[in-house]
């Protein structure tokens, strides 16, 4: 039923759009980590796409599409060379993070009766898997049809984390529609919470802020956080909140309302759950740029999406063509299981054991409204 859906799915995104669905896949070198470690970056390009993806952080390095006129512009925030995302320990720019994606209360959990401590390094939580998470790995790169599968292994204790876990992430673009398809197993009980940690602007600039594009998130409630950006483990109704994207709103439109959750925020920067159940693909969010026309379909088997509105983009990074990104030139929709499972039981389970298989599909479709 799961596959029969998917297939339809992607029958529906590709259909109608009259092109060969197929993309090229070419592979150049990326510059060097400074343990001497090669690079490499794979373009992934169909008829109206063009995305790249490099094996440090398995990061999505630039999307090229077109708008309403046929302009094609860049997406994706992001570097131009290595030593930019080398320098840049803060943004997690277009990288895959784990172990845990987002937080965990104290980095403390517990499984199996046993007690983890993991790095805290954001206001006493972990996030993002820790000082050095999978956005700071060299993956593996194999072509495959259409795109590319990217291979970590990461140790038992690796960041404090139980289990020594493979993780395959493959990136591959039908027509307008960029797949991530991960895939984890591990030899002992651990906590898994990957997500892709791109951040778009539709404008295709970079320079101008995301708050005049539109959001509908398909969601009825949220989980509220403390004062370090912690889920307290409520899941609150959107309703009546400026949390409400059931229907579309501007990013800016409320986003500096008197309202406590973005207070603490400082904007937008929280977990929605998505309607429809886990594990089967639903569209979370839908992004229209009404200046060029671009337009982002997420779809996703996750429970849930961080909608983060960049607040924390400071200009201290210079992007690509020299632009500093300030605050809230990207916006991000990280697909993803609630923060700090691990610590509440009500909440879908993060836990991954040995023989069994992890997986989820996550799909950014690129489009344009006339
Ligand atoms: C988090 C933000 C954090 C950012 C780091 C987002 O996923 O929710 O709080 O500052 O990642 O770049």
């Given at each position: 039923m799961k596959l029969l859906w998917t297939g339809i799915l992607m029958t529906g995104l590709?259909?109608?759009?009259?092109i060969n669905a197929h993309a090229a896949v070419t592979k150049a070198p990326f510059g060097k980590l400074p343990d001497g470690k090669a690079v490499e970056i794979y373009t992934l390009k169909s008829a109206t796409v063009e995305a790249r993806v490099m094996t440090f952080g398995a990061r999505i390095v630039s999307v090229r599409t077109p708008d309403r006129a046929g302009h094609v512009a860049d997406v994706v925030l992001g570097y131009e060379n290595i030593e930019g995302y080398l320098a840049d320990k803060?943004?997690?720019?277009g990288a895959i993070v784990g172990r845990y994606g987002n937080r965990i209360a104290g980095g403390k959990f517990s499984l199996d009766g046993k007690s983890y401590q993991v790095p805290t390094n954001?206001?006493?939580?972990?996030?993002?898997g820790g000082t050095s998470g999978f956005d700071q790995k060299l993956w593996t790169a194999k072509e495959v049809s259409n795109g590319v599968e990217m291979t970590l292994v990461s140790p038992d204790e690796d960041m404090g984390f139980p289990g020594t876990l493979t993780t395959h992430v493959t990136y591959?673009?039908?027509g307008n529609a960029l797949h991530i398809d991960y895939v984890s197993t591990s030899d002992k009980d651990t906590v898994l919470n990957l997500t892709n940690h791109s951040y778009f602007n539709l404008n295709g600039d970079g320079a101008s802020d995301i708050l005049s594009h539109s959001i509908t998130i398909d969601s009825e409630h949220f989980t509220p956080v403390d004062a370090t950006l912690i889920t307290t483990g409520n899941m609150d109704t959107v309703a009546g909140t400026p949390m409400d994207f059931r229907q579309p709103h501007t990013m800016g439109e409320r986003i500096n309302s008197d309202f406590a959750q973005l207070k603490?925020?400082?904007g937008y920067d929280h977990n929605w759950i998505l309607n429809g159940p886990n594990g089967v693909i639903k569209r979370a969010a839908f992004v229209l740029d009404a200046t060029t026309g671009r337009t982002l379909t997420v779809t996703t088997t996750e429970p849930g999406v961080q909608f983060y509105t960049g607040n924390f983009l400071d200009g201290s990074f210079k992007g690509k063509n020299g632009i500093s990104y300030g605050k809230r030139t990207?916006?991000?929709l990280e697909t993803q299981h609630y923060p700090d499972s691990p610590n509440h039981p009500g909440f879908p389970s993060t836990e991954l054991k040995p023989g069994?298989?992890?997986k989820s599909t996550t799909i950014f479709t690129f489009g344009v409204q006339k």
């Amino acid at each position: 039923m799961k596959l029969l859906w998917t297939g339809i799915l992607m029958t529906g995104l590709t259909a109608g759009l009259g092109i060969n669905a197929h993309a090229a896949v070419t592979k150049a070198p990326f510059g060097k980590l400074p343990d001497g470690k090669a690079v490499e970056i794979y373009t992934l390009k169909s008829a109206t796409v063009e995305a790249r993806v490099m094996t440090f952080g398995a990061r999505i390095v630039s999307v090229r599409t077109p708008d309403r006129a046929g302009h094609v512009a860049d997406v994706v925030l992001g570097y131009e060379n290595i030593e930019g995302y080398l320098a840049d320990k803060k943004t997690y720019f277009g990288a895959i993070v784990g172990r845990y994606g987002n937080r965990i209360a104290g980095g403390k959990f517990s499984l199996d009766g046993k007690s983890y401590q993991v790095p805290t390094n954001d206001h006493g939580n972990s996030l993002h898997g820790g000082t050095s998470g999978f956005d700071q790995k060299l993956w593996t790169a194999k072509e495959v049809s259409n795109g590319v599968e990217m291979t970590l292994v990461s140790p038992d204790e690796d960041m404090g984390f139980p289990g020594t876990l493979t993780t395959h992430v493959t990136y591959t673009l039908v027509g307008n529609a960029l797949h991530i398809d991960y895939v984890s197993t591990s030899d002992k009980d651990t906590v898994l919470n990957l997500t892709n940690h791109s951040y778009f602007n539709l404008n295709g600039d970079g320079a101008s802020d995301i708050l005049s594009h539109s959001i509908t998130i398909d969601s009825e409630h949220f989980t509220p956080v403390d004062a370090t950006l912690i889920t307290t483990g409520n899941m609150d109704t959107v309703a009546g909140t400026p949390m409400d994207f059931r229907q579309p709103h501007t990013m800016g439109e409320r986003i500096n309302s008197d309202f406590a959750q973005l207070k603490l925020g400082g904007g937008y920067d929280h977990n929605w759950i998505l309607n429809g159940p886990n594990g089967v693909i639903k569209r979370a969010a839908f992004v229209l740029d009404a200046t060029t026309g671009r337009t982002l379909t997420v779809t996703t088997t996750e429970p849930g999406v961080q909608f983060y509105t960049g607040n924390f983009l400071d200009g201290s990074f210079k992007g690509k063509n020299g632009i500093s990104y300030g605050k809230r030139t990207g916006f991000c929709l990280e697909t993803q299981h609630y923060p700090d499972s691990p610590n509440h039981p009500g909440f879908p389970s993060t836990e991954l054991k040995p023989g069994q298989i992890a997986k989820s599909t996550t799909i950014f479709t690129f489009g344009v409204q006339k």
